[in-house]
């Protein structure tokens, strides 16, 4: 029998495989930016308290001569490396809609109505609490669900949880990301600076026409994308992250080569090479070569531009962009005031938007469009499982976190707001946990 098997280099075993079966791990990244956030708590609270904090307001500055961008670290990792973060989601949104379970209106009804109801009644609540003063501008922090914590949980349960709830809650969490984005460009935003957000709007038509011409380098993309349409709208007062999503959406999502197009010239190859002549050495021959090389070149084009860029940026922010973030902006200092924080009505409304407005906006809009008839519940999807659903489309964290860096200018509010945050993060993750975990292994 011949032997297919790699051969295994001592960093294969050691290293590589490792670390590839830790990246596709599912929980994982969930994990990891739990790590980073319970890091950034301990060092706030820790003798280098000041030094991390101030690590994080140190000035960078990008430009030359008179013509010069200059922020804190903190901003650049909120402004600049969450817009990667926003980029993929943007991919993701895309997918989605075009081939996922928002591209058929009777599979996304739930999930879509599901987001709506979870994004109002919290904000509803929060409102209630907070109906005026700066305080009434942190009513989109609760409106939020963080994607990788969501999943991250629930696949922490691993084979036994049925698809159905999988697929709701992936696509509620996408579907809440959208709202996000919109309530972040509407309600987040500065004063606009015309001139440039007409400039960013420019080189967002530019990468338009790119798609529409076929262009599918991801050089093009990247260098019109950050140079043009992202520093256009960071200078024009809208919120850059809203850049990287309307550029997520220019990136092209066709193949060149279909299924059956890509087999034939896939066969045809592999005939060719098996039946090259081998030289007897490491090094394949000059034949062999421009047959991989030609391999490599239809694989590319067999996938699309869209689907290549996001597996290949998901691994980069899930395990380094999101950790990053959550260590700029989890960390927070805990003293007697945090007892006076726990009856602010900025951590009450974030806390109860978090935990009971999610719960009850996903479970009762849905529950409202299956009782009036206009969705219908997936035969194994119960009642229990929708709850804990509801609780785990609670946890909020990094959307949540980065809603109240734009909602409050003043540092105490956002420490309050902070605290709520990962109050209720906490409390609906462990809840949506063991409701789903009891329903599961009750069935």
């Known amino acids: 029998m011949t032997d297919v098997t790699m051969r295994k280099e001592p960093i294969d075993r050691w290293l590589v495989d490792p670390m590839q079966r830790f990246l596709s791990h599912s929980s994982m990244s969930g994990m990891v930016l739990f790590s980073a956030a319970l890091i950034a708590l301990i060092l706030s609270n820790s003798p280098w308290s000041a030094a991390f904090h101030h690590?994080?307001?140190?000035?960078?500055?990008?430009?030359?001569?008179?013509?010069?961008?200059?922020?804190?670290?903190?901003?650049?990792?909120?402004?600049?490396?969450?817009?990667?973060?926003?980029?993929?989601?943007?991919?993701?949104?895309?997918?989605?809609?075009?081939?996922?379970?928002?591209?058929?209106?009777?599979?996304?009804?739930?999930?879509?109505?599901?987001?709506?109801?979870?994004?109002?009644?919290?904000?509803?609540?929060?409102?209630?609490?907070?109906?005026?003063?700066?305080?009434?501008?942190?009513?989109?922090?609760?409106?939020?669900?963080?994607?990788?914590?969501?999943?991250?949980?629930?696949?922490?349960?691993?084979?036994?949880?049925?698809?159905?709830?999988?697929?709701?809650?992936?696509?509620?969490?996408?579907?809440?990301?959208?709202?996000?984005?919109?309530?972040?460009?509407?309600?987040?935003?500065?004063?606009?600076?015309?001139?440039?957000?007409?400039?960013?709007?420019?080189?967002?038509?530019?990468?338009?026409?790119?798609?529409?011409?076929?262009?599918?380098?991801?050089?093009?993309?990247?260098?019109?994308?950050?140079?043009?349409?992202?520093?256009?709208?960071?200078?024009?007062?809208?919120?850059?992250?809203?850049?990287?999503?309307?550029?997520?959406?220019?990136?092209?999502?066709?193949?060149?080569?279909?299924?059956?197009?890509?087999?034939?010239?896939?066969?045809a190859l592999c005939v060719g090479f098996k039946n090259a002549c081998p030289n007897n050495f490491p090094t394949v021959t000059t034949e062999q070569l421009h047959i991989l090389n030609e391999i490599r070149t239809i694989s590319k084009l067999a996938l699309t531009p869209l689907q290549r860029l996001e597996h290949a940026l998901h691994p980069l922010v899930a395990f380094v962009v999101m950790p990053i973030f959550a260590l700029a902006n989890t960390g927070m200092t805990f003293s007697s005031d945090s007892l006076t924080q726990l009856t602010s009505p900025i951590t009450q409304g974030v806390f109860l938007g978090l935990l009971l407005g999610k719960m009850l906006g996903v479970v009762g809009f849905v529950a409202l469009f299956v009782k009036l008839k206009w969705a219908v519940l997936p035969e194994d999807f119960t009642g229990p499982l929708l709850i804990g659903a509801g609780f785990l489309a609670g946890v909020g964290f990094t959307m949540s976190l980065f809603i109240a860096e734009l909602a409050f200018?003043?540092?105490?509010?956002v420490e309050e707001a902070k605290l709520g945050i990962l109050l209720a993060s906490l409390v609906s993750g462990v809840l949506g946990y063991f409701i789903i975990k009891r329903q599961v292994v009750k069935s």
């Open 55 to 267: 690590f994080w307001e140190i000035k960078f500055s990008i430009g030359f001569s008179h013509w010069q961008l200059s922020k804190s670290l903190h901003h650049w990792i909120n402004d600049g490396l969450m817009a990667l973060f926003f980029f993929v989601v943007g991919l993701e949104l895309k997918r989605e809609m075009i081939s996922g379970e928002l591209s058929q209106p009777r599979n996304a009804i739930l999930p879509i109505v599901a987001a709506i109801g979870g994004m109002l009644v919290p904000a509803g609540l929060y409102f209630i609490l907070n109906p005026s003063g700066e305080s009434a501008g942190g009513w989109g922090i609760p409106m939020a669900t963080d994607i990788a914590f969501a999943l991250g949980i629930l696949f922490l349960l691993g084979d036994r949880v049925p698809v159905s709830l999988k697929i709701f809650l992936t696509a509620l969490a996408i579907a809440d990301d959208l709202g996000a984005v919109l309530v972040i460009a509407f309600f987040y935003t500065s004063e606009i600076d015309v001139p440039s957000l007409l400039s960013g709007l420019g080189f967002l038509c530019v990468l338009i026409i790119g798609n529409k011409i076929g262009i599918r380098s991801a050089l093009f993309y990247g260098i019109v994308g950050i140079g043009g349409v992202w520093l256009a709208f960071l200078l024009s007062g809208v919120h850059a992250t809203i850049a990287a999503v309307l550029a997520a959406f220019t990136i092209p999502a066709r193949v060149k080569y279909d299924e059956n197009t890509y087999n034939t010239k896939l066969d």
């Open 409 to 413: 200018t003043s540092q105490v509010l």
